[in-house]
C-alpha cells in the first residue's frame, strides 16, 4: 500500500510538473497580447495608417511641384508592419508560447500570404501614377526573396519586381542599400515602421532609448520620414533588454516590467 502511495504521488507530482510547465510556455509570449490585438482590432490601427499615407501622398506632391532635379524621383518603404501585415505570425507566437525564430519566421514568410496594411498598395500606385518609383528595402534575408515578390505582386503593389526589393544579405543596417539607390534617384520619402528605417544614426539606441535622435531630427517626421505603428516589436525593445538576445522569457518579463515608470 505505501508503494502504491508513493507511485501515486510521484504520478500526481508528474502531471502536475508537466502542466506548470506547459501553461509557462504556452503564457510566454503572452506580453504580445494585447499589442497585437490592438493591431488587429483597433480602428485606431487603420486610421494611423491611412493617416501616415495620406500625409506620404501630400509630400510627395509638394516636393514633385518643387523639383528642379534632373534624377528620377523614388520612395523607400519598408516590408514588414509597413506595407504587409505580420500579425498572424506574432498571434501564432502567442498561441505557442514560442519566441520568434528564424525558422518559424521562414515557415510564415513561405506562406507568402501576408496582407497588405490599410492604404500601402493605393500609395505605390498613386506614387507610380507620378512616375516615383518604389524600392522596397527590408531586413527580410535574400533566402526568401521569391516568396516575398510573390506576396508583394499578388497583392497589387507598383514596382512589386526583382530590380525594386532589396533584402538583408549581411547586415541589417539598412544604409548601404539605401545609398544604392540614391545614387541613381532623389529619395523623395523614406516610410517605415522602424527608426532604423530612415538613417543609419537611428539604429544606435545606447544613449536615452535613441530619444536624443528623434529630437535632433524632429522636423523631419511628416516631412520626409513617415512613421507607421508597430506595437509589436522593433529595435525599440533592446535598450529594455540590457541589448541581450539570450536571455530567458523570465528574464525579458522582468527587465520589461522593471523599465516601466508609474506613480
Not at 34 to 51: D, F, G, R, T
Not at 59 to 80: E, G, H, L, Q, W
Not at 127 to 141: G, M, Q, T, W
Not at 203 to 211: A, H, K, P, T
Request: proline share 3%.
Amino acid at each position: 500500500m505505501k508503494n502504491l502511495v508513493l507511485i501515486l504521488t510521484g504520478i500526481l507530482f508528474f502531471n502536475s510538473s508537466c502542466t506548470v510547465n506547459k501553461q509557462k510556455q504556452d503564457n510566454a509570449q503572452d506580453h504580445l497580447i494585447m499589442s497585437v490585438l490592438w493591431y488587429q482590432k483597433s480602428a485606431e490601427m487603420k486610421a494611423l495608417y491611412y493617416q501616415g499615407f495620406n500625409i506620404a501622398q501630400l509630400r510627395m506632391d509638394f516636393y514633385i511641384a518643387n523639383d528642379t532635379s534632373s534624377k528620377p524621383n523614388a520612395v523607400i518603404v519598408d516590408i514588414d508592419e509597413t506595407m504587409l501585415d505580420n500579425s498572424p505570425f506574432e498571434a501564432k507566437c502567442i498561441e505557442t508560447g514560442l519566441p520568434y525564430t528564424k525558422e518559424s519566421w521562414n515557415k510564415w514568410t513561405n506562406h507568402a500570404q501576408a496582407e497588405a496594411l490599410p492604404g500601402a498598395v493605393e500609395f505605390s500606385n498613386y506614387a507610380k501614377s507620378k512616375n516615383v518609383e518604389v524600392f522596397y528595402i527590408s531586413n527580410r534575408s535574400v533566402q526568401e526573396f521569391e516568396p516575398t515578390l510573390k506576396n508583394l505582386k499578388e497583392k497589387s503593389f507598383a514596382y512589386a519586381d526583382s530590380l525594386h526589393l532589396l533584402l538583408k544579405t549581411t547586415t541589417s543596417n539598412k544604409e548601404e542599400r539605401r545609398m544604392v539607390v540614391q545614387d541613381k534617384y532623389d529619395i523623395v520619402l523614406l516610410i517605415g515602421d522602424n527608426l532604423g528605417d530612415f538613417a543609419e544614426i537611428f539604429d544606435d539606441r545606447s544613449e536615452n532609448n535613441g530619444f536624443d535622435h528623434v529630437i535632433h531630427f524632429k522636423n523631419q517626421f511628416g516631412e520626409r520620414f513617415i512613421v507607421l505603428p508597430n506595437p509589436m516589436y522593433g529595435s525599440w525593445e533592446a535598450p529594455i533588454l540590457n541589448f541581450q538576445r539570450d536571455i530567458s522569457e523570465t528574464e525579458k518579463y522582468n527587465l520589461r516590467k522593471a523599465a516601466l515608470k508609474g506613480f
